[in-house]
């Protein structure tokens, strides 16, 4: 069970393959894991203990950051997220610590949580995706309905008080246009935040 994997200068955290969207340009549907990784896949979903000792495993000395990105949503576990990057901010020499979320852990928890994350995540990376609501429920399939896009907007802005940078991305051509990354760039600047494009994969 792969629990953390290596990314470039980033050590990968995958703590489950829930999700409540089902995007059409999703990896998960034409592979089994990224850049190398092995499965990731779960038989289970891993429990703290295990978390913290795959952790343990990892020299952050040798790393640029610590991401909580697997396949799946990892707010849909948020207080084993939150546990695991207090654990990590915890160390000697603590690590960066990112996390890269649908935005919608507001929705999936039932409550603001975006504060939760001040102290124990340096960057919040959010999939905006596109900057039309109707376009977002189409392509990324929320289980929530309209409910999603406004929820991934305001937990934005509630995180840009809580964390030191929020990044909103969208993924590059052919999902999303020149013109229709300008309009996402907007946004995420109206929102305190800047936009990164993802390379279409």
Same mark, same amino acid.
């Given at each position: 069970?792969?629990?953390? /994997?290596? @990314? *470039?200068?980033?050590? /990968?955290?995958?703590?489950?393959?829930? +999700?409540?969207?089902?995007?059409?340009?999703?990896?998960?549907?034409?592979?089994?894991? &990224?850049? *190398?990784?092995?499965?990731?896949?779960? #038989?289970?979903?891993?429990?703290?203990?295990?978390?913290?000792?795959?952790?343990?495993?990892?020299?952050?000395?040798?790393?640029?950051?610590?991401?909580?990105?697997?396949?799946?949503? !990892?707010?849909?576990?948020?207080? &084993?997220?939150?546990?695991?990057? $207090?654990?990590?901010?915890?160390?000697?020499?603590?690590?960066? @610590? =990112?996390?890269?979320?649908?935005?919608?852990?507001?929705?999936?928890?039932?409550?603001?949580?975006?504060?939760?994350?001040?102290?124990? @995540?340096?960057?919040?990376?959010?999939?905006?995706?596109?900057?039309? !609501?109707?376009?977002?429920?189409?392509? +990324?399939?929320?289980?929530?309905?309209?409910?999603? /896009? !406004?929820?991934?907007? %305001?937990?934005?802005?509630?995180?840009?008080?809580?964390?030191?940078?929020? @990044?909103?991305?969208?993924?590059?051509?052919?999902?999303?246009?020149? $013109? %229709?990354?300008?309009?996402?760039?907007?946004?995420?600047?109206?929102?305190? $935040? =800047?936009?990164?494009?993802?390379? /279409? #994969?």
């Amino acid at each position: 069970m792969t629990i953390t /994997y290596q @990314v *470039g200068e980033g050590v /990968y955290v995958n703590l489950t393959n829930r +999700c409540p969207c089902d995007c059409t340009f999703c990896l998960r549907r034409n592979a089994d894991g &990224v850049y *190398g990784s092995g499965s990731l896949w779960l #038989e289970r979903e891993p429990t703290l203990d295990e978390v913290l000792e795959s952790l343990g495993g990892w020299d952050f000395s040798r790393f640029r950051e610590v991401v909580f990105c697997g396949y799946g949503e !990892p707010t849909e576990r948020l207080d &084993v997220l939150l546990e695991a990057a $207090a654990h990590l901010k915890a160390l000697e020499s603590p690590p960066q @610590v =990112r996390v890269n979320t649908n935005g919608l852990s507001d929705l999936v928890n039932g409550r603001p949580t975006a504060a939760l994350f001040s102290g124990k @995540v340096d960057c919040l990376s959010i999939s905006l995706n596109t900057d039309d !609501p109707a376009e977002y429920e189409a392509v +990324c399939r929320p289980k929530f309905g309209a409910a999603a /896009y !406004p929820a991934l907007l %305001k937990f934005a802005r509630d995180a840009v008080n809580a964390v030191p940078e929020v @990044v909103l991305t969208v993924v590059g051509e052919p999902v999303c246009d020149a $013109a %229709k990354q300008a309009r996402c760039r907007a946004i995420a600047e109206g929102l305190g $935040a =800047r936009l990164r494009v993802r390379r /279409y #994969e």
